[in-house]
């Protein structure tokens, strides 16, 4: 017992085990950003980097790129999820959960089915080509991966700004009209406001999720910097420019962050009035073309990658294409995703157990670092560990261990969100009352905490699993040699034009985050 | 101009199936404060929602002035009716300083700052609008919401349970506060409410509201001591109902023979105030204590008639009272004579509190 010298009213007696157990997983966080410091620093390559224009230019293009997405996103989302939430658009429910569905799709499959479909010799070339059209507009490059990236990732803005529309309050659009604001000035001035920190919390995630994408970046050949980055470390001897670029993408990703955070403002939204919502809004003669906006989204963001998928899935399987490789692959990709879940939650749980029972200075440290994961780009984290490895534990390299420690840097987020949320709905009562009755430590942490916590650990590895089973750069630079996954192999047979090959992984993955998507949608829906 | 500034006439509002408002009549004079009251679910808050243009109702008149706010064809929107409004739970805009807040619907540009700033101080926030929504107090943000109202200068002020939220002590500090600015202005003002306490010490007039219609409207006074129905009898106050048999100008009930206001026959119900009756070891009625709950500046004593029925009396705080102690009970002050409504015995009708 580690009495935290807070002698009085509040005595903290820390269990010493927790803080242990905390600091390695914060320390474990730290490492791969703190290594690519010391390493870049030492080595002037960081100076090198910022000043040659080549940096400069594929800096510019991936801060082009991501804002470029984020403002399409933006503007996709806020309008649908006004039409879904304010107006008497049919089937508003289905649609909701198809705007969500577009998330089950990685970035690199969407980006395989764009490529397969509109690029040169693709599918829709071919059902042209009769009709005289020699080409169609470049899939490559900057239209592209904005393309593709925006249309699988405006989800991220459209569930928050959905959510913040639902629970805007009557009283106070009522409020702006009876002051003489106009039906116009009323969303200008009162509502949009109201959504504005929901918007900016899912325009963050587009944003990071585009700067530190490289699955649809490589595979529509737009050099932003992940892909600059991957073909220096794979080109070339001296890796040290790769480590500097790999810090100058965690420093941008940081920036994203601070900017979000530094626009949030004074504001407070949470309202304690009781629900109230605004009546729909007829849409009259307009709900023709509303529906037509809403069934180009879907069209482009969910029933064009999925048909594609089946076509070339069906083409394969008629040329007796082999599942051979999947099963294999499929069992990798299980395998360390599996493992990443467990190690992830194992970690995540004495975090949250600190950072909810034991608010302090220290703790609420401990729990920043652990969620600094989510803004870290998976090339940067991978590259790090590569280097790490090699210089220091060379018996560590190109093992699965450090491919599933990777996956844990970057995925311990969601894991010990949901288990802190699971944990704040433990009342400490309960623990309490089970010390009350003569119990240690130990037994009522696995007799009363830990089944009511239960839930949320299991949706933590959920979680983790799905996203481990998607991640593209770590498993590509990590993974011991001949072990392929579903998303490594999916982004090979692309780059080499083998769509069949790709068509089956595509579906697994696609199949298996669809669901868990859909899921939350839905109970997400009939909770208000 | 001539007639009542506010007018409604026969308002109707359903929804689905339910009957919110059915056929409310509603007059209010200009510059008067007047309390709509009644249970919840009587259909008050939609009635003021139709005014402030929120509902459209199915039927029915509204007239401001001279202009025709609803009826047949016509619907002024609530941005352009000039009726202010001030929500139940407020709804400060979250995301705007007080400030702010308040110059939402100012009209005109020159001096905002200086109106602002007046308004703040006519409310007692001077100097406070930097702030915040949520750096305020409930009280506070109270009066951000009515100051916010009246820098719209509207024709009319319509508050929605104005001091529900607020905690007992200050409930009554503002609640005096609101009517000094409301008065001080001259403005007309409507408020809801189901606490007639409040309705009572607040407004000029009150309108008494139940299943949908207005049961009574007049001076507080009035409304108290001579109810028009059962209902509105009950819903201010206590209220004891004997039954009794009138003939001419005097009524025969447990609590003997009584004059009645106005000659009345047969079969009666009549309703008198506990602060109308009083016990005593004299005489009157005989009577047995059952309890008594003692408030400090007076008490209430809940005795037994010979019929079994019990009824409250109010009386000074000096006596002392003991359960089964048999007393005798006589009416002193004046008392209200309704139909019969079935009830054959005496009993107790208390607002929901």
């Known amino acids: 017992m580690a009495t935290i010298a807070i002698r009085g009213r509040r005595a903290l007696d820390i269990p010493i085990v927790l803080i242990g157990l905390s600091l390695v997983v914060a ?3 730290l490492l791969p950003v703190a290594y690519l410091i010391i390493r870049v620093t030492g080595s002037g390559a960081l100076w090198d980097e910022l000043t040659a224009p080549a940096t400069r230019e594929a800096l510019a293009r991936t801060v082009v790129l991501a804002a470029a997405v984020t403002a399409a996103s933006i503007a996709i989302s806020v309008p649908l999820a006004w039409l879904t939430v304010r107006t008497d658009l049919p089937l508003r429910r289905t649609w909701t959960v198809l705007f969500a569905l577009p998330l089950a799709i990685p970035s690199y499959v969407g980006a395989f089915t764009l490529v397969s479909a509109l690029g040169p010799s693709g599918i829709v070339q071919g059902w042209l080509e009769p009709m005289g059209v020699e080409r169609l507009p470049e899939i490559y490059g900057f239209f592209g991966a904005w393309l593709a990236l925006t249309l699988f990732t405006f989800p991220y803005v459209y569930l928050p700004s959905r959510a913040a529309l639902r629970s805007v309050d009557r009283s106070m659009e009522e409020a702006a009209r009876g002051l003489g604001a106009s039906r116009m000035t009323t969303f200008m001035r009162v509502t949009l406001p109201q959504l504005r920190p929901a918007v900016a919390a899912g325009a963050l995630l587009v944003a990071l999720y585009t700067l530190s994408d490289f699955g649809a970046v490589s595979l529509l050949r737009f050099d932003s910097l992940t892909r600059v980055i991957y073909v220096r470390y794979t080109s070339s001897f001296d890796r040290s420019s790769a480590a500097a670029l790999a810090l100058i993408l965690v420093a941008l990703a940081f920036v994203v962050v601070w900017i979000e955070s530094a626009t949030r403002g004074r504001a407070r939204y949470d309202t304690t009035a009781r629900h109230n919502p605004p009546p729909a809004v007829a ?3 307009w709900r023709w073309p509303a529906i037509a906006f809403c069934a180009a989204v879907v069209l482009a963001s969910l029933a064009l990658p999925v048909s594609v998928i089946a076509y070339w899935l069906v083409r394969g399987l008629q040329a007796g294409e082999a599942v051979e490789f999947v099963r294999e692959a499929g069992m990798n990709s299980l395998y360390a995703s599996g493992m990443a879940a467990a190690v992830a939650v194992a970690a995540a749980t004495p975090v949250a157990i600190l950072a909810v029972r034991y608010p302090g200075l220290l703790s609420s440290a401990i729990e920043k670092v652990a969620y600094s994961g989510f803004a870290l ?17 060379p018996s560590l390299y190109q093992t699965l261990a450090l491919l599933v420690f990777a996956y844990c840097v970057r995925f311990l987020p969601e894991a010990l969100g949901s288990i802190r949320a699971a944990l704040l709905r433990v009342h400490p009562d309960t623990e309490r009352a089970a010390h009350g009755l003569g119990r240690g430590r130990p037994y009522v942490f696995w007799r009363i905490t830990l089944p009511q916590m239960a839930p949320g650990m299991s949706a933590g590895a959920m979680l983790v699993f799905i996203t481990a089973m998607k991640e593209l750069p770590a498993t590509l630079l990590l993974s011991p040699i001949g072990f392929d996954t579903l ?6 047979s692309t780059r080499e034009a083998f769509y069949t090959r790709a068509a089956l992984p595509a579906l697994v993955l696609v199949a298996l985050s669809a669901f868990p998507v859909a899921f939350s949608t839905l109970r997400e829906e009939r909770r208000a | 101009m001539s007639g009542p500034f506010l007018r409604c ?14 056929g409310a009549n509603l007059d209010v004079e200009r510059g008067h404060t007047l309390a709509l009251l009644g249970p919840s679910g009587c259909g008050k808050t939609t009635l003021l929602r139709v005014i402030a243009g929120f509902e459209h109702p199915d039927g029915g008149i509204v007239r401001l002035g001279d202009r025709l706010l609803n009826g047949p064809g016509a619907f002024v929107p609530p941005d352009k009716r000039r009726i202010g409004m001030v929500f139940q739970d407020y709804a400060l ?9 308040v110059a939402f619907g100012m009209k005109g540009r020159g001096h905002r700052r200086k109106r602002i700033e007046e308004l703040l101080a006519l409310v007692g926030l001077g100097g406070l609008g930097g702030r915040m929504p949520h750096e305020l107090s409930g009280g506070q943000q109270q009066r951000v919401a009515l100051a916010r109202s009246l820098a719209a200068e509207p024709e009319l002020i319509l508050l929605d349970e104005p001091f529900s939220n607020l905690d007992t002590g200050l409930r009554q500090r503002v609640r005096q506060e609101v009517r000094q600015i409301i008065e001080s202005l001259g403005t007309t003002a409507v408020f809801v409410t189901h606490d007639q306490e409040e309705a009572l010490s607040l407004a000029e007039r009150v309108a008494v509201m139940a299943h949908g219609r207005i049961e009574q409207v007049g001076r507080p006074a009035e409304v108290y001591r ?6 509105v009898a009950a819903f201010l106050g206590d209220a004891n109902f004997v039954p009794g048999e009138a003939s001419g100008d005097t009524v025969r009930t447990p609590l003997g023979v009584l004059q009645t206001p106005a000659p009345a026959a047969g079969p009666v119900e009549v309703m008198v105030r506990p602060e109308d009756l009083s016990v005593s070891e004299q005489d009157g009625a005989p009577v047995e204590v059952v309890s008594h709950e003692y408030y400090g500046h007076d008490q209430m004593v809940t005795v037994r008639l010979s019929d079994g029925a019990t009824i409250k009396v109010r009386a000074l705080s000096g006596e002392d009272f003991i359960p089964g102690q048999r007393l005798g009970v006589r009416v002193r002050g004046s008392i209200v004579v309704f139909p019969s409504s079935g009830q054959t015995k005496a009993h107790v009708e208390s607002p929901a509190p």
């Open chain 1, 27 to 29: 320390a474990a966080m």
């Open chain 1, 283 to 285: 849409l009259g003669a």
């Open chain 1, 377 to 393: 780009p998976g090339i940067s984290v991978a590259l790090a560990l590569v280097f790490f490895a090699a210089n220091y534990v």
């Open chain 1, 487 to 492: 998303a490594t192999e999916i982004w090979s």
């Open chain 2, 9 to 22: 006439e026969g308002i109707v509002k359903r929804f689905g199936q339910v009957v919110a408002v059915d």
């Open chain 2, 93 to 101: 805009f979250p995301h705007l300083t007080v400030a702010s807040n």
């Open chain 2, 226 to 231: 001579r109810p028009a129905t059962r209902e």
